[in-house]
């Protein structure tokens, strides 16, 4: 019998009982660290307002390739009852041929999570190319759930840190806050800026994918050399 359960996988080991305690001890500390940080972030006190009443280019491309494109404020985001906001910056340049690899596999598990999410707090992803190649690119990958807008027009990448000052894209989350008329930013996976050890790159969205997370169960965990590509 093991420190924490009755439960004996069928042919182990004392030495891979006593092991898989151990490491189970760390996963019980680690789920008890992420709730306590997941609190604190809660409990951040009142972030900067929106600096602008940002305008976003939106649309959708119908079965038939009809398209419809309209202007949408950021103000809008925000569905009567829904006081949050969770916005992606998608890596899609608007002089490139095609989006970053490792945003799009993001992006294919959100869609099928996009619908739960929306249920409860308001969730766009923004990125910089012109909005027709975004939905052409979201047509291609079948993202039926994701709202999208593009920020070719105005400041929103650069105020917000999903654009460096060379006009690179960065794949950051920001989450604001809507309080009576005023909208407060909130959060930033401000992981993405921070120094990181040699070979864990930024990991400042792992939680919400799934990817990386099944790789690390693995005997072999994430490898060195492999990423995500449009295909295989």
Known sequence: ??????????????????????LLAAEIDL?????????LRRQLPQGGMLKR?????????????????????????????KNELILYSFMYAASADKPCPMCT???????????????RVNFAVVAKAPILKILQWAQERGW???RFLSSEKNSYNSDYFAENSKSRQLPAINVFRKRGD???????????????????????????????????????????DWYPKFSY
């Open 144 to 146: 039926k759930n994701l």
């Open 182 to 224: 005023d909208i407060y930013h909130f959060y930033n996976t401000e992981l993405l800026y921070a120094p990181s050890a040699e070979g864990q790159d930024t990991r400042h969205v792992d939680l919400i994918w799934p990817l990386w997370n099944l790789f690390d169960l693995t005997p072999t965990g994430r490898g060195a």
């Open 53 to 81: 009443d940002y305008v976003f280019t939106e649309g959708n491309i119908d079965s038939s390739g009809n398209e419809t494109i309209r202007q949408t404020k950021f103000s809008q985001l925000f569905e009567a009852g």
């Open 31 to 39: 789920r008890a660290r992420i709730e306590a940080l997941a609190a």
């Open 1 to 22: 019998m093991g420190r924490f359960h009755g439960k004996r996988f069928p042919g182990e080991s004392d030495e891979y009982r006593a092991a898989r305690d151990e």
């Open 105 to 119: 596999a993001l992006l294919d598990g959100l869609n099928g999570n996009a619908p739960h999410v929306a249920d």
